[in-house]
């Protein structure tokens, strides 16, 4: 069996929905699932090859259908000085020391201190661990009436997005003739679209296949198998497992249960082992619904066992290679049951960070990169601050009346800052009282709008995030001094204050008509 490796360099921000609690927020995953890459290039054939009905096709009924080829799940890769470091997901038998920084394999090592999780991903070589977690953040947005396109006043939510500029990289495994036919169909390296709002401002990337390379035939050390040292199975994405009634039973015992189709009773014995639980379900274009929801084991799990000695070396190996070949359990054309064999097999681990090293051009910044760098920083802190205002509304207690809140918002889209305040001035006093009865922990909102400092906001979003500052300060560009731009982030926030209080004044009127 062989592999193409597939690199996916991400040149907008992504969305890979994923359910949250918020309701008001559509997550995402922090990998691209191979669903998703599956999904990508069998919409990329259709349409290469003009097909009405796909599942007709032989090259498409066999490499999306029938699993001649295995898509796996993408992760997140980061480029050193002289290599990249290709992450997985972290064996969730490694964890850190609460107040130290080792880490400790808990199948491996009998650990009295007080121990808590690793990162989400890693690379782990010799007795060295290096952690990441992809980069993320929440990007704020406006409901749109689907059918006019407008905007609505009402409506608010948040899309949270991987960021772009980040690489990810997934295997795509076949017979060799199987994956020569198809990296020929598709080009070495193309721009696709993928996750959700494609034909928005979301999910451009670019896709690149490697040259075809073949799979390992010894995956086992011979040594290891005549010192019967134990083996470690850490799966590297989630499994699904079915029972006898062909229900998902994400258990040790059906786990064991599959197992013993490889090498039969008795074969082997599980001593160890730390399994977690996660549900799956996703979308299916073609059905225009999601698939039924299934309990699956989560990535990261892992089993420590041992073979017994009516199991020759070749036996062994050749099970563990057809377990990292071809995974285990249902799914597996679709990503899932992917297997890492002794993935990590040190007692401790010393956590080293990855090091991204960019070198710094000499001379000044050209005028035109000041300015995209200019427009990045402002469209940043816009976001920033329609996210603050959106939340600030909430503490605020006895709101005016939605026809002022909306009054409110009209007078402000047409004055400047200091004309604001001194039209709040000359409102009715009945108007007036209702201001100054609006108030949060500290002020009233009549306060809260003449004492208002936009530098304040500023300088918080600054500090939650100095990458800002560095890039501010690498452009010589002063935001602080720029009137211009700080009066349009005094707009939008109390813009969006109104329009949160606003909503909420509306939202809690509809509750008590339904009383």
Same mark, same amino acid.
């Given at each position: ?8 360099? +991400? ?27 599956? $999904? ?6 259709? %349409? ?39 992450? +997985? ?48 953040? /929440?990007?704020?947005? %406006? ?6 396109? %407008?905007?609505?006043?009402? $409506? ?15 295997? *795509? ?7 020569? @036919?198809?990296?020929?169909? !598709? ?35 011979? &040594? ?31 786990? &064991? ?12 014995? *599980? ?28 990535? $990261?799990? @892992? ?68 300015? /995209?760098? /200019? ?5 940043? !802190? ?37 004309? !604001?305040?001194?039209? *709040? ?18 002020? @009233? ?46 707009? /939008? ?23």
């Amino acid at each position: 069996m062989a592999f193409l490796k597939i690199k996916i360099k +991400l040149l907008s921000p992504v969305i890979l929905s994923s359910d949250v609690e918020d309701s008001n927020l559509t997550g995402t995953l922090d990998y691209i699932p191979a669903t998703s890459i599956l $999904g990508l290039f069998a919409a990329k054939y259709i %349409h290469k090859a003009q097909l009405k009905e796909a599942h007709l096709d032989d090259k498409f009924n066999n490499w999306f259908l029938k699993e001649a080829l295995i898509f796996t799940n993408a992760y997140i890769s980061e480029k050193e000085e002289y290599d990249e470091v290709d992450m +997985l997901p972290t064996p969730l038998c490694l964890k850190k020391e609460k107040k130290g920084e080792k880490i400790f394999n808990v199948l491996l090592n009998d650990v009295d201190e007080q121990l808590k999780s690793t990162p989400s991903y890693s690379y782990i070589y010799g007795n060295t661990i290096k952690t990441r977690e992809p980069e993320k953040k /929440i990007n704020f947005h %406006h409901t749109r009436d689907r059918l006019t396109g %407008h905007t609505k006043d009402e $409506g608010m939510f948040n899309y949270e997005v991987l960021l772009p500029d980040q690489v990810f990289k997934g295997k *795509i495994y076949g017979e060799p003739e199987t994956l020569k @036919t198809f990296k020929e169909t !598709f080009k070495e390296t193309f721009f696709a679209r993928l996750g959700k709002s494609r034909n928005a401002e979301y999910g451009r990337v670019k896709i690149v296949l490697s040259e075809i390379e073949k799979t390992e035939t010894r995956i086992l050390e011979v &040594e290891d198998f005549e010192d019967q040292e134990p083996v470690l199975l850490t799966l590297i994405s989630p499994c699904i497992l079915l029972n006898e009634y062909g229900f998902s039973d994400p258990s040790l015992s059906c786990l &064991e249960y599959y197992l013993r189709k490889i090498w039969g009773k008795d074969s082997f014995k *599980i001593t160890n082992c730390i399994l977690k639980t996660t549900s799956i379900e996703n979308y299916i274009s073609v059905w225009r619904m999601k698939r039924p929801l299934e309990t699956a084991i989560v990535a $990261g799990s @892992t089993i420590k066992l041992y073979f017994k000695e009516n199991l020759s070396y070749e036996e062994v190996n050749n099970g563990l290679l057809y377990l990292v070949e071809q995974g285990i359990g249902e799914r597996r054309g679709e990503g899932f049951g992917r297997v890492k064999v002794n993935m990590a097999m040190a007692k401790e681990y010393y956590e080293k960070e990855v090091n991204i090293t960019f070198k710094k051009p000499t001379g000044e910044v050209p005028e035109e990169v000041k300015k /995209i760098f /200019i427009s990045i920083i402002q469209e940043i !802190f816009k976001e920033d601050t329609e996210l603050r205002a959106y939340r600030d509304a909430d503490d605020f207690t006895k709101l005016p009346s939605s026809s002022l809140l909306g009054k409110l918002g009209l007078i402000l889209s047409n004055l400047q800052e200091y004309d !604001f305040k001194v039209i *709040i001035d000359d409102l009715r006093d009945k108007a007036k009282t209702q201001i100054k009865g609006c108030r949060n922990k500290k002020y @009233t909102l009549y306060e809260y709008i003449k004492e208002f400092d936009e530098k304040e906001v500023v300088n918080s979003i600054y500090n939650r995030n100095s990458d800002y500052l560095k890039l501010a300060k690498l452009v010589k560009y002063n935001l602080e001094k720029d009137k211009k731009f700080l009066s349009e982030l005094w707009r /939008i926030y109390f813009a969006v204050l109104f329009k949160r209080m606003r909503q909420k004044q509306q939202f809690s009127g509809k509750e008590e008509l339904s009383k």
